[in-house]
Every structure is written in structure tokens, then in C-alpha cells.
T-cell receptor
Framework: EPEVTQTPSHQVTQMGQEVILRCVPI?????FYWYRQILGQKVEFLVS????????KSEIFDDQFSVERPDGSNFTLKIRSTKLEDSAMYFC????????????FGPGTRLTVL | QKEVEQNSGPLSVPEGAIASLNCTYS??????FFWYRQYSGKSPELIMF????GDKEDGRFTAQLNKASQYVSLLIRDSQPSDSATYLC????????????FGRGTQLTVWP
């Protein structure tokens, strides 16, 4: 069964450093998402991406964040200058459409900012 | 007002019982509703989705939606210890494209 994959599974970085989190969505999916979950808190939407551009972003997704689809398979989330409060699990998800179709989540990347 | 609210639990039921999980949402224009299961330290796993008022059954799981009351629930019949997890309710609002709003989840424990 096809699945979303993410790398790395765990990333440790120093405050102020840049990190890139990588995702490979399910191959026939067209819509891609990033969510995050701070430990003990709810899953929060960051951004959605379609046709090589952002279609929606939340108030969390400020200028420190960017997304890119550098090739036909990868989907990346970059945090330019990490803060302590960026420590969280970051989940990539994909779906065949934005309207009614379900989103399938990858296993996540645990980001720890020291 | 919170977008999506769930009882945090924990909800504890014996093996074989019915577990009932509830969720309310604030945006009356919400269009689609999802239940995810999340084991500790893992990612959300989709269990069911529902768009229309009424019940939708899939195996041991039944989702119920009442848009007038802005209420969605998940029933798990014949609960098993392997069902022990946190259950997340997620809602897609009519005014957004694909963004899901999640509740904080209800922790379910099924004891043998």
C-alpha cells in the first residue's frame, strides 16, 4: 500500500540554524500539506501546496517557513532560523484533492531545537 | 471559541464493550469530518470520514454526524486492547481549501 515517507525521523539543531524537512507524498496525490504537533498539544495546520504554489497557510507559517517541491517526488519544509518553540513533530500529508478526500499522514519528523 | 472540541478523557472501557467518542465543532459551514487514530509517538492514521448527516459504518467503527447540532461521534464496537490510542477529530471548514482543524483528541484505554 502506498504511503507518505519523511526524512529524517529525528533532527536535532541549534537555535538559529536552518533545517529542511523532507517528504515524499503518495505518487498519484496532487495536494500536499505540512502540520505540526507540539508535545501534548493538538495537530496544527501549517501550509497546503498545489500545482507548485502555496494554496493556503496558517498564522503559524510566517516568513521563517518556506515550502518547495524541488522535483517530481519530494516536498520540503524549510525553517530558516529555528527557535526553541519550533520543537515539535512535523507531519507531511497528501491527498488526491482538497475538497472531500482524506489526507494521509507520513510518520513525522521530530525536530528538537536546542 | 475553539474550532473543534473533544473530551480529553481518558475514556476507559473493558474489552468487548462499545466506546463512544464525541466531537463538536464551531463552524456551521464545515463540510467534511474525519476521525484519526494516533498511537503514542506516531502519526495520525485515518479511520473514517463522513460528509453527510447520519451514520456511516465501516467494520467495527461507526461515525455519526449531526450538522444541526454541530456534533460528530465515533462508536467502536467490540473494543479491543489494540484500540487503545488517542482519537483525533478533524474538520474541514467550508471556507478553507484543504486545511483540517484538529481537536486535542480523546485518549481511549481498552482493558482486557
Amino acid at each position: 500500500e502506498p504511503e507518505v515517507t519523511q526524512t529524517p525521523s529525528h533532527q536535532v539543531t541549534q537555535m538559529g540554524q536552518e533545517v529542511i524537512l523532507r517528504c515524499v507524498p503518495i505518487s498519484n496525490h496532487l495536494y500536499f500539506y505540512w502540520y505540526r504537533q507540539i508535545l501534548g498539544q493538538k495537530v496544527e495546520f501549517l501550509v497546503s501546496f498545489y500545482n507548485n504554489e502555496i494554496s493556503e497557510k496558517s498564522e503559524i507559517f510566517d516568513d521563517q517557513f518556506s515550502v518547495e517541491r524541488p522535483d517530481g517526488s519530494n516536498f520540503t519544509l524549510k525553517i530558516r532560523s529555528t527557535k526553541l518553540e519550533d520543537s515539535a513533530m512535523y507531519f507531511c500529508a497528501s491527498s488526491t484533492s482538497q475538497s472531500y478526500n482524506e489526507q494521509f499522514f507520513g510518520p513525522g519528523t521530530r525536530l528538537t531545537v536546542l | 471559541q475553539k474550532e473543534v472540541e473533544q473530551n480529553s478523557g481518558p475514556l476507559s472501557v473493558p474489552e468487548g464493550a462499545i466506546a463512544s467518542l464525541n466531537c463538536t465543532y464551531s463552524d456551521r459551514g464545515s463540510q467534511s469530518f474525519f476521525w484519526y487514530r494516533q498511537y503514542s509517538g506516531k502519526s495520525p492514521e485515518l479511520i473514517m470520514f463522513i460528509y453527510s448527516n447520519g451514520d456511516k459504518e465501516d467494520g467495527r467503527f461507526t461515525a455519526q454526524l449531526n450538522k444541526a447540532s454541530q456534533y460528530v461521534s465515533l462508536l467502536i464496537r467490540d473494543s479491543q486492547p489494540s484500540d487503545s490510542a488517542t482519537y483525533l477529530c478533524a474538520v474541514r471548514r467550508g471556507s478553507t481549501l484543504g486545511r483540517l482543524y484538529f481537536g486535542r483528541g480523546t485518549q481511549l484505554t481498552v482493558w482486557p
